[in-house]
């Protein structure tokens, strides 16, 4: 049979009875032939309480010693699994992301995988074990622990199945697939049976929290095919119905796929924006702004540069909003002063609304209409971003809802394509 790499969330894993369910499911592809290898997050919670443990030590914990601490939560998740499996007479056997070891660069808090040595994996499969491997972690060429930040358990596993050439990584977690918007804004909300990688990528990239976004660059760049799919259901559910559930990430784009202009609808309210007034209008001065900012692993998102005015124009973008107060110390300390710039002002109550669909390629005036909506229920637009399958919107966060039920709404989502 096939290999397939299993990737279980915080509250699949969040507490003994959720892991015995995780075992049993498990137990079920492996009795069916499959070679299975586990990648588990921490128990639902753990990683925020060990980081709020640090926070009462140092309100800035120091990066490093941070993941030594935060990777501490996926090691209890591995060796519970193991013992629930073993439990079952299943043989397991776990692994921390530095035994394996699964390599990375040194960007704590924030790493990005650059190889995995597979070669212990390869072992134990072929001698009949199931094979639980840490998700989030990493370790640097000189045996630094590293973890891949939010939401690097996903990336951990499309890594592993990218690794080891998989049939298929199944990415289980407490929704039971990929929504055109999140159900708990939207009710009518509907599941995606398929969904284009390029889609996928747009709508994590976006704000969907369903998948960690270099979760599916790494499925798209290594071809690795995905599910997202249920833990909450019957574990002793037939295979036959599990393996065709979820959403499907693809690679191909088929005639529903085209027809449907806007496949989803995406939000997030984690942002900042930063306007930098009255900058000198002239070559290198998006570089004298942002430069610094990049030096110091801050990600900037949405970028907007004015119209000049006798020499000078105004500069905006936005950042994750735990990064506004390092980005506004950084630029008042050691950017404005250079830049001879007059005023900088900042805004943590904004959000992003984003639609997205590949049929935006071949389809005029998606924009004009998600314009038009907003404009019909008094929603005010900051700055817009666009791309060849997806249009965003920066607005007030207080309208976040209102602009996703509306849109939603504007573009049938709820009905699914003819």
């Not at 199931?130 to 596993?157: E, M, N, P, W, Y």
């Not at 806007?262 to 570089?287: H, L, Q």
């Not at 005036?365 to 249009?391: P, R, W, Y």
């Amino acid at each position: 049979m096939s290999l397939i790499v299993h990737k279980y969330g915080g509250t699949s894993m969040g507490s003994i009875e959720r892991i015995k369910n995780v075992a049993a499911r498990v137990a079920k592809w492996y009795e069916a032939g499959h070679q299975l290898v586990v990648v588990p997050s921490a128990m639902s919670g753990e990683t925020n309480r060990l980081i709020g443990l640090a926070k009462e030590l140092m309100p800035q914990p120091d990066p490093r010693e941070l993941d030594v601490i935060a990777a501490t939560g996926e090691q209890v998740s591995i060796g519970l699994l193991a013992m629930a499996l073993k439990a079952r007479g299943i043989k397991a056997k776990s692994y921390c992301g530095w035994q394996v070891p699964i390599m990375s660069d040194d960007a704590f808090t924030k790493a990005r995988i650059t190889s995995i040595d597979d070669k212990k994996i390869r072992k134990d499969l072929d001698d009949g074990y199931v094979v639980i491997v840490a998700g989030f972690q990493g370790v640097t060429d000189d045996g630094q622990i590293t973890t891949l930040g939010r939401g690097g358990s996903d990336t951990s596993a499309v890594a592993v199945a990218a690794a080891l050439k998989a049939e298929e990584c199944l990415i289980y977690t407490d929704v039971d697939g990929v929504y055109t918007t999140d159900p708990r804004v939207v009710p009518e909300a509907r599941r995606l049976t398929k969904i284009t990688f390029e889609e996928m990528l747009e709508m994590a990239s976006l704000g969907s929290k369903v998948l960690q976004i270099r979760s599916v660059e790494f499925a798209g760049k290594y071809r690795v095919k995905t599910r997202v799919l249920s833990s909450l259901t019957d574990p002793h559910m037939p295979l036959s119905d599990e393996a065709i559930s979820g959403t499907l990430i693809t690679f191909e784009e088929d005639e529903k796929m085209e027809q449907a202009v806007v496949a989803g609808i995406a939000f997030n309210r984690d942002e900042a924006k930063i306007s930098i007034i009255g900058v000198p209008d002239k070559p290198g001065i998006a570089y004298q702004l942002l430069g610094p900012v990049a030096d110091a692993n801050i990600d900037v998102d949405v970028i907007i540069q004015n119209v000049s005015h006798d020499g000078k124009t105004d500069f905006s973008f936005t950042v994750h909003r735990n990064d506004y107060a390092r980005t506004m110390d950084l630029l008042k300390s050691a950017v404005l002063p250079k830049t001879g710039a007059a005023t900088l002002s900042g805004d943590t109550k904004i959000c992003k609304v984003s639609i997205v669909g590949i049929g935006m390629r071949s389809h005029v005036g998606v924009a004009s209409k998600m314009f038009s909506t907003l404009s019909e229920e008094g929603i005010n637009i900051q700055m817009i971003t666009t791309s060849e399958i997806k249009t965003s919107v920066v607005i007030d966060e207080k309208y976040m809802e209102l602009a996703v039920r509306a849109l939603h709404k504007a573009f049938d989502l709820e009905q699914a394509p003819a």
